[in-house]
């Protein structure tokens, strides 16, 4: 697994040369970051199943037909299912967040993933709901706190959702 620093010093010793004002700008950054980011991974760390369980409820409510009998998270096996995949993307996330590189998140979660999951006829559109609804929730936690003002918070930390999002969006975001 890559992070920002080694994937941008590695992108300069392929092309052989030395690190430009550009680069030192984007390490600069991230290490202005990076206190935020800590403390959104230690807020995931402290509060996983608090936001999954809140980010959940958003969903129940939204759409309460994926809980009726028919519905996807019907049954206490897929709903079981649903949190478990909820917890799994929050935790990706929370290492995307560290590395302050979203790539990452293609080769660890979303490669592969429309396949098993049209495979188990899992509906990718309240997947994708999911995911931004627990952004939603990690972005609220850390307003409160008053970590950052929110379009810090909207830019750093609600990234590595976006891409999942997106990830899952372009593949395939029918309702399935």
Known sequence: MRDAITGLIGRY?????YLDRNAID????????????LAAVETINREAAEIVR???????QADPELLLPGGNAYTTRRWAACLRDMD??????????VADDSTILNERVLNGLDDTYKSLGVPTGPTVRSI????????????DAGVADAATLEAVVRAPFTHLARGLGDINVRAR
Request: avoid cysteine.
């Open 54 to 60: 809140e980010a959940s409820q958003r969903l129940w």
């Open 132 to 143: 931004a609804l627990l952004a939603d929730v990690l972005v609220e936690k850390l307003a």
């Open 13 to 17: 010793d392929q092309l052989g040369r």
């Open 26 to 37: 984007r390490i600069a950054t991230y290490y202005g970051e990076a206190e935020l980011r």
């Open 88 to 97: 799994y993307f929050l935790r990706y996330a929370s290492y995307a967040l």
